[in-house]
């Protein structure tokens, strides 16, 4: 297993940052670094390049909508030359609510869309000139423009052409997609021993398919730790309003997919009664009906023996990569801990 964690998106950047390089040194292997409606991500991964020098960087995630199929591999490209080949190409769907509220932008044929960009992604990065038809078509035809586009190649020579395309699936199509064509999968609070029955059928229809020269699906999991004793009730509370945003507050009804997830592992009930609360702007009340047993199994909060056994848990179900937030006022100690127990 990996370590990984993601980067504090809501914070002051530098400090976040500054944490990051401490945690590198506590044995970090990859930070994600998000971006919602916040700053963007792209210059938080380019001064992480700078400040840091073994830790993989990887995008959790660009949306798909925020920038054409060839800006994104040209981002890639860029950020893996500044980091010399530590970047991981975290891409996504994200919401309506942010794609269309925050940036005017139709959200449409979302797994249509995230296969277009890996297949333009790829063609960049191989330096070849780029030719594509669908819902990206390049370049574009004279009755959709000028008639001037000609088709370019990438001006500079990719440290990799195969850098690593992880993806942000919780639909069965998309998550399908990102088993026959991605190298990760990044999945959202996912409950260890529900991983075969959840999901297993859609990822072997998508491994059917896959590529050998991919290798193995790499796959995200763990959720906030604290083992430190005193710590316990606060990570707890954080982790309750966290998956009260995401499973009651992230989409209206029958369009939230987070929601949807966590019906799936086993919680059809209480993913309505938590998106009726939150969405009727009761969030703490939405937050207290989360079930204990959730936040237990998509959590690492505990001593450090129910740690170890969630630990197991994960490894068990397929997990390459224990991604933690750490509660703890010495958080590279407890990263340093986790990170010997993983090794």
């Known amino acids: 297993m990996l370590l990984s964690t993601q980067l504090q ?18 044995g970090l292997d ?11 991500a792209v210059s938080l991964m380019g001064f992480l390049a700078a ?8 995008s959790g995630i660009l949306p798909l909508y925020t920038r054409t199929p060839t800006l994104t591999a040209m ?13 991981l190409l975290g891409l996504g769907a994200s919401g309506p609510q942010v794609i269309e509220g925050f940036h005017g932008v139709a959200y449409d044929k979302p797994v249509a869309r995230t ?3 890996i297949e333009i992604c790829r063609m960049v990065w191989r330096r070849e000139r780029v030719v594509h038809e669908g819902l990206y078509t390049l370049p574009l035809p004279p009755e959709r423009g000028t008639g001037l ?11 990799r052409a195969d850098i690593p395309i992880w993806v942000a699936a ?5 998550l399908e997609m990102t088993a026959e064509l991605a190298h990760g999968w990044l999945p959202h609070a996912v409950v260890p021993e529900k991983m075969r029955e959840v999901f297993g059928p859609v990822l072997d229809a998508g491994f059917a398919k896959r590529a050998p020269e991919l290798g193995p699906l790499q796959i995200t999991g763990g959720g906030i730790l604290a083992i430190e004793e005193e710590m316990f009730d606060h990570a707890r509370t954080l982790a309750r309003s966290l998956y009260a945003l995401y499973i009651g507050g992230m989409g209206a009804p029958g369009r939230n997919f987070y929601n949807t997830v966590f019906a799936r592992q086993g919680y059809p009930d209480d993913a309505a009664r938590v998106q009726e609360l ?5 969030k703490e009340e939405a937050a207290a009906a989360i079930p204990d047993d959730y936040i237990d199994k998509v959590t690492l909060v505990g001593p450090p023996s129910h740690v170890r056994e969630r630990i197991a848990a994960l490894r068990e179900a397929g997990i390459t990569h224990l991604h933690v937030n750490p509660v703890s006022p010495d958080a590279p100690k407890v990263m340093s801990q986790v990170k010997e127990w993983i090794s």
């Open 9 to 26: 998106y809501g914070d002051d950047p530098i400090s976040n940052v500054e944490q990051v390089v401490a945690l590198e040194k506590a």
């Open 30 to 40: 990859v930070v994600w670094v998000a971006e919602a409606y916040s700053f963007d």
């Open 51 to 58: 400040r840091t020098e073994r830790v993989q960087i990887g």
């Open 75 to 87: 981002t890639a490209a860029g950020l893996d030359a500044l980091s010399g080949g530590r970047f």
């Open 115 to 117: 296969r277009e960009t």
């Open 149 to 159: 586009g000609r088709p370019l190649k990438l001006i500079n020579h990719p440290r």
């Open 170 to 174: 919780l639909g069965d199509k998309n």
């Open 278 to 282: 939150y969405l009727g702007g009761r």
